[in-house]
């Protein structure tokens, strides 16, 4: 290694990389092969936290980039290209383990996919932050994993020309560009080398492609390629440190120094504080300066100087507090002044800014009519503008709330009651701040109307009373789609002959035989009467529902 000291992560690989070949050199049976998994399983960890950590340093390379552009943009966007080169590299490496899958299961790419591959989220290194959904492989599920013949005929092929030996290309390409960034003085210390002596157990030479895989169980060769994300992961985070390492500390001091206002937040709710932190971007944090800042102003002159407020920075930045008392767009500039490094000489840096204060503001939405009804759950949206819904805290004077999986409320008022409030708070920084209430008024469900086929008055003809064969229960103009009423009974009475008859309580909505038998032996002309019809809410209130007049046709 030329005196190069290994990080523990190198060891770690290299170790196991020595233990893999030696497995393999020996040829041993499938239950000692299985060791693999374990192996592989830990290179997966390993490379899923490093990827976390190069992410990081994305992150923190493009926050300098936001910060003075113009110096860091030559690194920053080749950085960018080292992210994409590693990006399709091990993209491509995570294919051929797919195709490998496949070839050994026998069935399509996708099958392969669906059945052996699990969905996790990893970190998204083109979002620092954020991260990225990447299907897995579950190696201890494939059943062939001890077999060799499909993974040899791929990756080496009849006369060489296996996907082994493009591979061993690529990875040629990527350690050369790697080491153009970084320096070849430091090739010891990148993997990915394909050249070199290798030979058998009897001592034959052979390439880099056939020593590894001729003859490999796919989950050796699982485990090997994982070893090959874990060296281009390794070569990426150098390159990326060595191009960060151009951007010093030095340039900043002494080249495009610039003023920069970093606040908390531009809108803020009346009785919170506008917070932000103002600094010489990318500056010594030794470095002291002094810091005048104006109210109400778009610039600081020499007539408004004198009314500034002056603030002393403290490890090279100053951090504004302004209590948001009056509501509305609210401006403020000011300027830092410090000595110039190179001449000594006092400084001034000028900034401004603006930011909104505005009212604390509640929206409570019924989601289905502008009324609560007791008896049932009514759906509404709770939310408040610029505030995250998970810090809302709804509360209610009569009647209970409760969340669903969505996000929206329900909301169950009693009853005996005329009028309830709906009230949300939010905790911001530590305060609990109300931000508004509304008030609703409260409203039984209204009664259903009876009918039959679809009217309770009028002329109908016989069969096709028979047919209707019950009593149903409408809700008309309602939106509460699963609210039903049930009837539960009720009596038919008809005059014939001058004589009133009745079937007496029928408890039911359906028409009994003494209804149908009725109904049957009706004449043109005849009134059907369906009185005290009783119809039960689904909280089991009763309640009388209108009678049902009609005369056959």
Known sequence: MAGYKETPRQKMIGMMYLVLTAMLALNVAKDILDAFLVVNDSMEITNQSFATKIAGQYAKFETQYNLEPVKVEEYWLKAGDVRQKSYELIEYIEDIKLELVARSERMTREEALGKYFEKQAVPDQFSPGQMRDQFMLNLNSVPSRDKYDEP??????????????ELADKMKEYRAYILDIIGSQFEDRIGLVTTGKFKDASGTPQDWEYYNFYHTILAADITLLNKIIAE???????AVNTLYANITEKDFKFDNVAARVIPKSTYILQGQAYEAEILVAAYDSKTQSQVKVLRGA???TDANIARAQTFNSVNGTVKLEFPGNTVGPQSYAGVIEMLDPRTQELT??????????APPALTVSPLKMNVLYAELKNPISISSPGIASDLLTPSITKGKLSKRPDGTWDAEVPIDEKLTTITASASIDGKTIVLGSYDFRIKRVPKPNATIAGISDGKIDRDRLLAANAIIPELVDFDFEDYYYQIVSYELETILGGDLQSTGTIRSNRFNDAVLNTIRNSRRGQKLFFMNIQAKSPTGRMVTLNPISLEIQ
């Open 348 to 357: 001034h840096y000028e900034f401004s800014g603006d930011y909104i204060v």
């Open 152 to 165: 040899t005929n791929y990756l080496i092929g009849q006369n060489k020309n296996g996907k082994a030996y």
């Open 232 to 238: 281009v992961q390794t070569a990426e985070f150098d």
């Open 298 to 300: 778009g610039k600081i």
